[in-house]
């Protein structure tokens, strides 16, 4: 079963509004990222958060990680068309063979 | 130049043809992956590789298999196509390092008739 579940699966807002997608898991981890992807294409990195860090920040992006609630979120300030995408999150479980695990992903639509 | 490229980007095939996607990095990196994603859902692994002697199934192994030829090159073949392997196919490359980010290629369009 997938590590990580984004809520919602899908989110529609008009633009210069802020966006915000959550991501939910099961088990420790070392890190936790977020990959962003347009239509069809391949996924891009965005931003990664350690198990030891609380908040992110890459331009308009905030990260927060609460590891006892074993969730993250990612806020996209003052959306704009082209932030129109799926986002996903991955996790790095923290012992074992370490690889990626992604979520489902949250389709986001932002409107002009 | 892309750093992880795909070969072909579209492939139309019928039921029962064996095909092979390919895949290069130019990014020096040991770890190689093969997602399967299917429309409107997330990524699925298919088989990924630590280094060249090292390969492991994911979790839709079933139908597929791989081939690590260098550390810059990763195939994934299809023996005999079926018409539920109809998916968007996605390499990925990553370093040995603590973090596990990964790049992606642009993809590969796989319709099976």
């Known amino acids: 079963s997938q590590q990580g579940e984004e809520d919602p699966q899908a989110l529609s807002i008009q633009e210069g509004e802020n966006a915000t997608m959550n991501c939910s898991y099961k088990t420790s981890i070392n890190n936790l990222q977020w990959y962003r992807q347009n239509s069809g294409r391949g996924l891009v990195h965005l931003i990664l958060?350690?198990?030891?860090?609380r908040e992110k920040h890459s331009g308009r992006l905030r990260v927060t990680l609460d590891t006892s609630k074993k969730s993250s979120s990612l806020l996209i300030t003052a959306s704009r068309a082209a932030d129109t995408a799926s986002y996903f999150c991955a996790t790095l479980f923290s012992g074992g063979y370490n690889k990626l695990i992604f979520g489902a992903g949250t389709r986001l639509a932002v409107h002009p | 130049d892309a750093d992880v490229t795909q070969t072909p980007r579209n492939r139309i095939t019928k039921t029962g043809k064996r095909i092979m996607l390919e895949c290069s990095q130019t990014?020096?990196?040991?770890?190689m992956y093969w997602y399967r994603q299917d429309p409107g859902l997330g990524l699925q692994l298919i088989y990924y590789s630590f280094d060249v002697k090292d390969i492991n199934k994911g979790e839709i192994s079933d139908g597929y298999s791989v081939s690590r030829q260098a550390q810059a090159k990763f195939s994934l073949s299809l023996e005999s196509a079926i018409p539920n392997q109809t998916a968007l196919y996605f390499c990925?490359?990553?370093?040995?390092?603590?973090?596990?980010?990964?790049?992606f290629g642009p993809g590969t369009r796989l319709t099976v008739l």
């Open positions: 990014k020096g990196h040991d770890r």
């Open positions: 990925a490359t990553s370093e040995r390092d603590s973090t596990d980010t990964q790049y």
């Open positions: 958060i350690r198990s030891n860090e």
